[in-house]
């Protein structure tokens, strides 16, 4: 099935600004959110639909792509949307603009963990070939011996006597009622008399876990990856909110880059940008013979075609740029001081007969 186009989708236009989008975004999500339109199929469809085009055009890095590529795989490998994701992700949004949960809602609902975010320095050549790479995260996990309730073996959390489970008291003060946070249940709306040994009664333990982030090839300088459900453990059942991994790219001694582009600077002697030459050049796999034709003007580049970066989720392949940069000598010997100053003259004035004296002394010098 062919998909909508994002801005098409949101209704703005291809050059909206980051407010636009975000205020049409809210304006959709407001209308269609599945809170105020249950057991609606349309406005739950039109609600993921226009989350999924937000995630996507209120990231610079992720919109600049869209617009280049279209509907491609955006992260990867690492895309997908569920109906989990848009509410941890857009969670903060409706609480605070809309005021959907909160209050509203009992104090044991679930909650998602919190998102990580790890930063992870990789070397020009894993980014360029991809790569696997173990991580230790240090995060919180649900208690195993309670399995996140914090209530002792046996036990379970019971509703607070003093909220009723709401864990909000009401203050009368005058004419004004307060709402304030309940003091004996401390806002959970449920209170432990037996808490969990292991874990102390909050349900949750600090773990370092060890898990495999796979680095798509060709992976740019500040990707986010987002491993799903890696993040901090959630509350009341609520889901494990997800772990980014923000990619941070090692210069290289060999290579420059310029997107999915491969830059090699070389220098060359004067004369060899005269006359061309076949250098040899490096590439991610082997060497490669390049042949720098006659008449090179420094700091020409030359593109060989598919040696550069693969585009990650795609079957395109950058370029390799050959930039040349020629060389002057500094320090001649008397005699090709000799020589080039005979060569000088011939530039100047074509004549016959320096040319045989030139050549004499060629001979003279090679044999
Ligand atoms: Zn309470
Ligand atoms: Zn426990």
Redesign the pocket.
Known sequence: MSKRDYYEVLGVEKTASFEEIKKAYRKIAFENHPDRNPDNKEAEARFKEAAEAYDVLRDEEKRAHYDRFGHTDMNGGFGGFTNEDIFSQFGDIFENFFGFGGGSRSANRPTVGDDLRYNLTITFRQAAKGDDVRLTIPRTAN?P??GGT?AAEGSKPETCTQCGGKGQVFVQQGPFRFASTCPKCQGKGTVISKP?P??KG??H?QEKRELTVHIPAGVYDGARLRLRGEGEAGRNGGPNGDLYVVIRIEADKVFDRDGQDLIYSTKIPFTKAALGAKIKVPTLDEDIEFEVPKGTQSGAVYRVKGKGLPYPGDKRVGDLLIEVIVETPTDLTAEQTELLQALDSLFEKHDSKLTSKLKKKLKDIIG
């Open positions: 208690c011996d309670c914090g969990c292991r874990c909050d349900g333990i």
